[in-house]
């Protein structure tokens, strides 16, 4: 087969596309993308009429305007979205590549194109659209155009079981990113700043905190439910950040501290040695540790009760998610 390829074309330049059988860009100030022998070049003149853009969006401009003009042949397959009504177009190229202003002054850049298919994209799997839609300028996967190509011909696709499980999938990938990247971020926070969260997540559940260098006791944060230490459980808790996995010796010593009535808490972005992690099971319900991954949970639990300054040091952004 020929193969098959995705364009990124939007609003009034797809719509003259569709009407006018042709695949159009615009960047008229760059002339004929001939005189352009690769994507660099292109780029290069990109950056003297964008310097404010970013780096990346030059790079996929100027990708696209290579593959319009470079890499597409006559007889290949082309795809294209429009957002607006959600639909893909499949096409055929029947042209080289020309540059003619004349023709169309906006978007001078063309290839003539035989539309010959529209397809809604929710008769997608949800693999095919995920891959679709990370696709700009791009050559399409065989598989992929083998499932449009299908679907424009009238076949269906009986996938709803693969989407839900797809859709767990992403969920769970995005999951895991997102404590990943939360997980970086606290990471680069200073010391004080790391028990400044963990003492506004005892605050969000209910304590009543006194943080800050309590260093006659060894201490970073004392917790309790009324704030005057009359009623327990009394909560003590020592953070380490950055400074390397916590063995056992640090551990016992901790616990030395410990009064009857009181629960500790020993914090480490770091970890725990194994030997710390059979000290905590030996101490039994007096001492409960949490490293960074059980830190970035926690936060995610709790983030909505907590203080605005403490939301200040790791600021998160609400995703909404379609449901199962």
Known sequence: MSQAWKIEV??????EALRRGVLALGWPKLGDLRAYPDTE????????YCSHHPESLLDRWAGVLKTLSHDIEVGDAVVVYDHATRQYWL????????????????WPNLRQVEWYAQIPRANLSVTTRNALGALQGCAVRSDLWQ???????GDTDNRGGEEVETLLHARQDMELQAKELIADRIDRLAEDQ??????????????????????????DIEASQDGLGLRPPYIKVVVRHRRGIIGSDALRHFCQQLKIDDKGLFVSTCGFSQEALYESERAGPLLALMDM??????????????????????PLTRIYWPAA
């Open 194 to 219: 790391v028990i400044q969260i963990v003492a506004g997540l005892l605050r969000a559940m209910g304590f009543v905190t006194k943080a800050g260098r309590l260093f006659e006791r060894g201490l």
């Open 10 to 15: 939007e609003g009034r330049a797809l719509n």
């Open 91 to 106: 096409g055929h190229v029947t042209s080289s590549y020309c540059y003619d202003p004349l023709e169309c002054e906006e």
């Open 147 to 153: 499932q449009l190509d299908a679907l424009s011909r």
């Open 41 to 48: 070049s292109i780029k290069s003149k990109l950056s003297e």
């Open 293 to 314: 991954d059980q830190l970035v949970e926690m936060l995610l639990v709790h983030y909505e009760a907590l203080d605005l300054e403490i939301k200040s040091l790791v």
